[in-house]
């Protein structure tokens, strides 16, 4: 059973700083492409970052260009997301997605292109 596991949000300020991390286990193949989601309160669920399984490809929101990065660790299974300069808008609970059947394309901003997710970590930025 294919399990990931979010963990590194918390509460900061406005212009800190969180590193989020994503740990899967249960891989019997390897995975595709991995990303990152987020969904405030009274809100839909929005694509914030994607990255291709080698890594050498990246995507991103507009909302969040130039602040936050996303890796990898194909080795340990593990997703990163690391956010500079937060905002209040920020705030959210984020969460990570694992695709065994895409790899790369604009389709990895939308929710169908995974097939499991985490349970989510909350992250609050306060003005």
């Known amino acids: 059973q294919v399990q990931l596991v979010e963990s590194g949000g918390g509460s900061v300020q406005a212009g800190g700083s969180l590193r989020l991390s994503c740990a899967g286990s249960?891989?019997?193949?390897?995975?595709?492409?991995m990303g990152w989601f987020r969904q405030a309160p009274g809100k839909e669920r929005e694509f914030v970052a994607a990255?291709?399984?080698?890594?050498?490809?990246?995507y991103f929101a507009d909302s969040v260009k130039g602040r936050f990065t996303i890796s990898r660790d194909n080795a340990k299974i593990t997703l990163f997301l690391q956010m500079n300069s937060l905002k209040p808008e920020d705030t959210a609970d984020y969460y990570c997605?694992?695709?065994?059947?895409?790899?790369?394309?604009?389709?990895?901003?939308?929710?169908?292109?995974?097939?499991?997710w985490g349970l989510g970590t909350q992250v609050t930025v306060s003005s």
């Open positions: 249960g891989l019997t193949v390897s995975a595709n492409a």
């Open positions: 997605a694992l695709s065994f059947r895409i790899n790369s394309g604009p389709l990895l901003t939308t929710t169908k292109a995974y097939d499991y």
């Open positions: 990255i291709t399984r080698s890594g050498d490809n990246t």
